[in-house]
């Protein structure tokens, strides 16, 4: 069964820092794009990272740029989100996704498409 799973969450202070992993079954991730979104309590959701499926280029949300690098192991099963320096607001639950062609930031619209994980919740607090 093709699927994502995510691991990597959990509580942590202002300031911390903590590494998401998303492991892929049945492919790679060689020819898809990933991302990474998160979803706050309210049900906003947003993009934060991004990667393309040369697995190099990258582009960030202006919420996290300088402080979260999406990355991928070289055998290009596993996608990693490291967050560093996190604050209260950074507390949501993180997905990630891949699909063949390029992910949109709306996730709303990217939902219907490609394949995402169950979820794994980050906390930040004192």
């Known amino acids: 069964e093709v699927q994502l799973v995510e691991s990597g969450g959990g509580s942590v202070q202002p300031g911390g820092s903590l590494r998401l992993s998303c492991t892929a079954s049945e492919f790679t991730f060689d020819d898809y794009y990933t991302a990474w979104y998160r979803e706050f309590t309210g049900g906003e959701c947003e993009q934060v990272a991004s990667?393309?499926?040369?697995?190099?280029?990258?582009d960030y949300s202006d919420f996290v740029r300088g402080r979260f690098t999406i990355s991928q192991d070289n055998a290009k099963t596993t996608t990693y989100l490291q967050m560093n320096n996190l604050n209260r607001e950074d507390t949501a639950v993180y997905y990630c996704?891949?699909?063949?062609?390029?992910?949109?930031?709306?996730?709303?619209?990217?939902?219907?498409?490609?394949?995402w994980g169950q979820g794994t919740p980050v906390t930040v607090s004192a």
């Open positions: 996704a891949a699909d063949p062609t390029p992910l949109v930031s709306d996730c709303t619209h990217q939902r219907g498409f490609g394949y």
């Open positions: 990667l393309d499926r040369d697995g190099i280029s990258t």
